[in-house]
């Protein structure tokens, strides 16, 4: 397949898909379109629902996009949390959810007002509203 199939007849420019040109070519101020997506597209597109009956996202209208994304989901909403934090309590069903916990933990930077630690300055901000 050729890099660069779809080619601008103004300046030349070449495009690896149709719809890429198409963005250009308003540039160019040029007639263009964008292919829309048809109700059978909608129906192709593969549902990943959480088994639990009792979730939002047991209803197909509200299924994830990607496996992956459902079975973190089961894990993160409904699993067992068996990822702890080795300096605070803190407990997390998947293991990329405590790496990234394990960057900020312990690094409480910002105090309100009424003498709580957080380590994130828009957590105090949002703190500082409600606080007295």
Known sequence: MAK??????????GFPREQNLQLHKRGH?????????TPKDDVKRK???CPEPSCIHHNRAHSLGDLTGIKKHYSRKHGEKKYK????????????DLKAHTKTCGKKEY???CGTFFSRYATLQLVNSSCP
């Open 4 to 13: 660069n199939r779809f080619i601008c007849e103004i300046c030349l420019k």
């Open 111 to 113: 105090q309100c007002s």
């Open 85 to 96: 934090c080795q300096k605070c309590v803190k407990m997390y069903a998947v293991e990329s």
């Open 29 to 37: 101020n040029l007639p263009w379109k964008l292919k829309q997506s």
């Open 47 to 49: 549902a990943y629902v």
